[in-house]
């Protein structure tokens, strides 16, 4: 399963990085920075109304390339622009090409809060992604245990940040709300076999309280794709290929929210 290869390149990353600034030294410079109260990711999609998590990336494992041209930071830009509660930046660099200098600058240049889009299976990638200026982390329940997850989410939280817990399943959804998740993310794509079905976040919806933020993930194509999910209750969605393919994103965005034009 992919999911397994991703986690395995990753520990095969972050081993490679312990060698040029070790754990005790990344988590002594990250514990040292202050908390930044403006750019809270759960107080930006708590807000009234489904919040729009905006994605960039260059590629994934189910489509390959998605964008041949990168602007990078004029996307951030863009979302940023036409009101974006959040923006998520890939950073894993083997399947999705992204990198640490993006989410960086991306971090440096908005106002809004941005979410660290990698594959979390070590603290001290909690660390690096407060020093790259993130607001939010990734954490992912079928790579986890429920141990690691209550001290990742804890230590998150003494970072200032917020971590979106990311489930697929009744079992994991369980389990994100054992290990005291206050933003339940649920993937509409399938990892075995790619195929994409809103009714999952749909379904998973009614198994967690509403005091918990809920984000309905991927394949969010239209404005009714959109209608149905705050239907549903759900606080935000996080998207991506659908805005990287388009020409015009804040048309796109503005499309998708049902703007009067
Ligand atoms: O591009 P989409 O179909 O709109 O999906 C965005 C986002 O949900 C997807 O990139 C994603 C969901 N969970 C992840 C975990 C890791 C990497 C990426 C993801």
């Known amino acids: 399963m992919i999911l397994d290869k991703l986690a395995k390149s990753t520990r095969k990353r972050v081993e490679e990085k312990k060698k040029?600034?070790?754990?005790?030294?990344?988590?002594?410079?990250?514990?040292?920075?202050?908390?930044?109260?403006?750019?809270?990711?759960?107080?930006?999609?708590?807000?009234?109304g489904i919040?729009?998590?905006?994605?960039?990336?260059q590629a994934s494992p189910s489509k390959g390339i998605i964008a041949e041209n990168f602007p990078y930071m004029d996307i951030a830009i863009e979302y940023e622009a036409v009101g974006a509660s959040a923006i998520s930046v890939l950073t894993e660099p083997?399947?999705?090409?992204?990198?640490?200098?993006?989410?960086?600058?991306?971090?440096?240049?908005?106002?809004i809060p941005t979410l660290r889009k990698d594959f979390t299976v070590d603290p001290y990638q909690i660390y690096e992604a407060k020093l790259l200026g993130a607001s939010a982390i990734l954490l992912i329940c079928s790579l986890l245990t429920l141990e690691e997850l209550k001290s990742?989410?804890?230590i998150t939280k003494e970072l200032g940040l917020s971590a979106l817990i990311e489930a697929h399943d009744e079992e994991e959804v369980k389990?994100?709300?054992?290990?005291?998740?206050d933003i339940i993310g649920v993937n509409?794509?399938?990892?075995?076999?790619?195929?994409?079905?809103?009714?999952?976040?749909?379904?998973?919806?009614?198994?967690?309280?509403?005091?918990?933020?809920?984000?309905?993930?991927?394949?969010?194509?239209?404005?009714?794709?959109?209608?149905?999910?705050?239907?549903?209750?759900?606080?935000?969605?996080?998207?991506?290929?659908?805005f990287m393919r388009s020409e015009n994103?804040?048309?796109?965005?503005?499309?998708?929210?049902?703007?009067?034009?």
């Open 94 to 111: 083997e399947y999705f090409k992204g990198k640490d200098e993006y989410l960086l600058q991306i971090s440096e240049k908005v106002k």
């Open 152 to 154: 990742y989410n804890k």
């Open 188 to 242: 509409n794509r399938n990892l075995k076999d790619f195929t994409v079905d809103l009714t999952n976040s749909i379904r998973l919806r009614e198994l967690v309280p509403k005091d918990i933020l809920f984000v309905s993930e991927s394949g969010i194509q239209t404005p009714e794709d959109i209608q149905r999910l705050q239907a549903n209750n759900v606080d935000a969605v996080l998207i991506g290929e659908t």
């Open 20 to 48: 040029i600034k070790s754990y005790k030294e990344i988590e002594r410079e990250a514990l040292s920075l202050s908390i930044n109260q403006d750019k809270s990711f759960y107080e930006a999609i708590r807000k009234d």
């Open 51 to 57: 919040s729009f998590i905006c994605e960039i990336k």
């Open 249 to 261: 994103k804040k048309e796109m965005i503005r499309k998708l929210r049902g703007d009067e034009i």
């Open 175 to 181: 389990k994100a709300i054992e290990c005291g998740g």
